[in-house]
């Protein structure tokens, strides 16, 4: 079938100097999010594409588990900035409401104290303001003060520099003065406690580090624009789950003529006189290219996927200094019942807040206590489980894999933990009503996913190893070679994944 938007696409290809009769070969490594996005982003540009994926199904860690009659996401739940995704059906001329339906979540999240209080953060002011109120008077006027914060920092760090590739020290250099005027030297709590005095609200507006995999206490205030951006663009469903905007790019693909092969690990990317030139995959094939996209951790791609000898900067020795993201235990379960009071989304917060994150970022220890983050997607559509039944997706933050916790003889146990705690909580007799139960653990994020350490963000977000100090987009050490997903600029998260691939076009760009 060829591309609906012919004009489109060779306008494209002129604004690069490419010519058409050419049609570069490009292989995208892995169908995650960042890579889907990269195949339709590189298709557009008139490229013959092929994407080539370890696992047997699409999706990487936004693919799908089925199980007992439920369909769980395993892995992003929450829709933020959807028109990252809308972007990628436009430019070949399709309407993205033909492939799938998002809907608004409110709440947001329901946050829930163990003293028993609640907050719905929402993007209603009036609503919000309220809820501070209740909490503590004189945070509401602090709360309009960080809001503000919030949305310069959002105007520069997503709207202006998101979407910017970071190749040069000097691209960062000539924002770093400006990142020093917005504070972006210090972490997002202590920025939070500048301008709110009850704890649970600062707990409540310096949580949402963790969606990326960063301690809120070290994370760059950077990350704030986070909040900006829920309340901007608000928080979405895909009904069907997540893995139906998969399915969706997918089939956009395969009606944009694009190969995608499955259960075809990348064994090596092949070198010749410092430019790619094709991919060795584990079953021998040969795939001569032009480019690579690798949307996987790049720490692998460059220990695991190219011979030392073609990397100069980043050596093995240069990789291990990078400080991986922390590790998730994600269990997965459905019950014979409904819990028609429950939120979509639910944040379930533990005892002690700064303690489990130090336990967790910096000790490496599995604590005895948790902090959960509850996706009850049922709650939207009820078709992802059987009839008066709900499926569950509950998410724990743990120590990576240098922990050298057993995951294998721990981890049944500390699923059951967290069901005991979810019973007494949130879910009354779940206990007796469930039906089925599974969990993954750091170990599938190193062994099935291919992740450095068993993380589950790629580096951990750190201001040194953000923006120019992240791995670049564009390999410094081999020609052709790029990079999408949470591994490289601008960083983990739906957004970041889906805005690298409209970097990748930049840095394409200005070669």
């Known amino acids: 079938m060829s591309l609906p938007s012919p004009h489109l696409c060779c306008e494209s290809i002129r604004d ?18 960042g890579g889907l996005a990269a195949a339709v982003r590189l298709r557009a540009r008139g490229m013959k594409v092929t994407v080539v994926e370890a696992l047997p199904d699409p999706g990487g860690r936004a693919r799908v588990f089925r199980r007992d009659g439920f369909t769980f996401d395993a892995g992003p739940t929450v829709i933020t900035a959807p028109y990252l995704l809308t972007e990628l059906f436009e ?14 979540v409110d709440p947001f999240y329901r946050i829930l104290f163990p003293g028993g209080e609640s907050f719905d953060f929402v993007g209603d002011e009036k609503r919000l303001l309220a809820q501070i109120e209740a909490f503590e008077p004189r945070d509401v006027d602090g709360y309009r003060k960080l809001a503000r914060h919030a949305e310069q920092i959002f105007e520069v760090g997503y709207l202006r520099l998101a979407d910017q590739p970071f190749s040069r020290l000097r691209d960062m250099v000539r924002i770093i003065p400006r990142m020093l005027q917005l504070g972006n030297h210090r972490s997002v709590y202590s920025l939070v406690s500048r301008y709110l005095m009850d704890e649970r609200l600062r707990q409540v507006f310096s949580f949402e580090p963790l969606l990326v995999g960063g301690d809120p206490y070290r994370t760059t205030s950077i990350y704030l624009l986070i909040h900006t951006l829920e309340r901007r663009w608000g928080v979405h469903f895909a009904l069907g ?8 790019l997918v089939r956009l693909l395969e009606e944009l003529d694009v190969e995608i092969r499955y259960a075809n690990p990348v064994e090596q990317i092949e070198v010749v006189n410092g430019r790619v030139a094709g991919v060795l995959t584990e079953d021998g094939t040969q795939t001569p290219c032009d480019l690579v996209v690798a949307n996987a951790d790049p720490s692998i791609v460059y220990t695991q996927m190219l011979d030392s000898r073609h990397r100069r900067r980043n050596t093995n020795r240069s990789v291990a200094r990078k400080r991986s993201s922390i590790g ?11 819990y028609p009071d429950l939120q979509h989304h639910t944040i379930l917060l533990g005892p002690r807040y700064r303690g489990l994150l130090r336990d967790i970022f910096k000790r490496r220890v599995l604590s005895d206590d948790f902090s959960l983050y509850l996706h009850a997607p049922t709650r939207t559509d009820p078709t992802l489980a059987p009839p008066g039944h709900e499926g569950f997706y509950v998410l724990s933050p743990v120590p990576n894999n240098l922990s050298g916790i057993d995951w294998e003889s721990t981890g049944d146990t500390y699923f059951s933990r967290i069901l005991e705690s979810l019973e007494q909580r949130l879910l009354p007799d779940l206990g007796d009503h469930l039906v089925t139960r599974f969990h993954v653990t750091p170990d599938y994020f190193e062994n099935t996913l291919r992740s450095r350490d068993g993380s589950a963000f790629g580096p ?7 923006a120019y100090f ?3 987009n564009r390999s410094p050490d081999v020609a052709g070679l790029y990079f999408v997903g949470a591994g490289t600029h601008p960083g983990a998260g739906l957004p970041g994944v889906l805005t690298s691939a409209k970097v990748l076009e930049r840095v394409l760009r200005e070669r």
């Open 16 to 33: 690069t100097g490419i010519a058409v009769m050419n049609r570069p070969h490009a292989v995208v490594v892995g169908a995650g999010f």
């Open 470 to 472: 992240r791995f670049h």
């Open 91 to 104: 430019l070949v001329g399709r309407d993205p409401a033909d492939y799938f339906e998002l809907v608004p």
């Open 460 to 466: 951990e977000p750190l201001l040194r190893q953000s």
């Open 241 to 248: 789950g997540t893995g139906a905007i998969v399915n969706g």
């Open 328 to 338: 998730l235990f994600v269990g997965y379960f459905g019950t014979d019942r409904t």
